[in-house]
T-cell receptor, first 113, second 114 residues
């Protein structure tokens, strides 16, 4: 079982719709959770971080964390063509003493005008 | 311009040759990381460093060597390149441990081993 799992996609959404991305992780003691966005041919950039159960909103983005079920999700509201990218879920497993960020394989999102 | 830079951006080499990928950051971040990105595997940690002269293995360290004599530099060396090391390599830095905040990535180095 991979430590961090994501559906590879592509997730195709019409412009203006909500894109919903999911990520599950295996280490129940994981402490920190991140969503990175990566445009094709570019490097990843952080868009959201979440550390406690519940929702965290930042503009059009909402991260949701459920530690009991071991999943973290990302919602993109009012999706725009510029949101077309690969979204990487990243987790710090407790066994790594906080220095190792484990990434999922990423979900490719396509927003169609 | 401040930031994190990698060189070379593109490299083609042959099996068995030694290759060094350079990484330089101007933020004086304590932590630096090397990841490789392959289709189907996502980003995998090769090595990381918590400070100058302190390095530790990540998920896939075999075949790689790192050093960190200065805070700002974190070179990655492939001592004898193999075709399986064809990949895109990303260097990253952070102010604190990975669990506390953002990693800043370089632009990547695309390595092809023939």
């Amino acid at each position: 079982q991979k430590e961090v799992e994501q559906n590879s996609g592509p997730l195709s959404v019409p412009e203006g719709a909500i894109a919903s991305l999911n990520c599950t992780y295996s280490d129940r003691g994981s402490q920190s959770f991140f969503w990175y966005r990566q445009y094709s041919g570019k490097s990843p950039e952080l868009i959201m971080s979440i550390y406690s159960n519940g929702d965290k909103e930042d503009g059009r983005f909402t991260a949701q964390l459920n530690k009991a079920s071991q999943y973290v999700s990302l919602l993109i509201r009012d999706s725009q063509p510029s949101d077309s990218a690969t979204y990487l879920c990243a987790v710090t497993p407790i066994k790594a003493a906080g220095n190792k960020l484990t990434f999922g394989g990423g979900t490719r999102v396509l927003v169609k005008p | 311009d401040a930031g994190i830079t990698q060189s070379p951006r593109y490299k083609i080499t042959e099996t068995g040759r030694q290759v060094t990928l350079m990484c330089h950051q101007t933020w004086s971040h304590s932590y630096m990381f090397w990841y490789r990105q392959d289709l189907g595997h996502g980003l995998r940690l090769i090595y990381y460093s918590a400070a100058a002269d302190i390095t530790d293995k990540g998920e896939v360290p075999d075949g790689y060597v790192v050093s960190r004599s200065k805070t700002e530099n974190f070179p990655l060396t492939l001592e004898s390149a193999t075709r399986s090391q064809t990949s895109v390599y990303f260097c990253a830095s952070s102010e604190g441990p990975a669990l506390t905040g953002e990693l800043f990535f370089g632009e990547g180095s695309r390595l092809t081993v023939l």
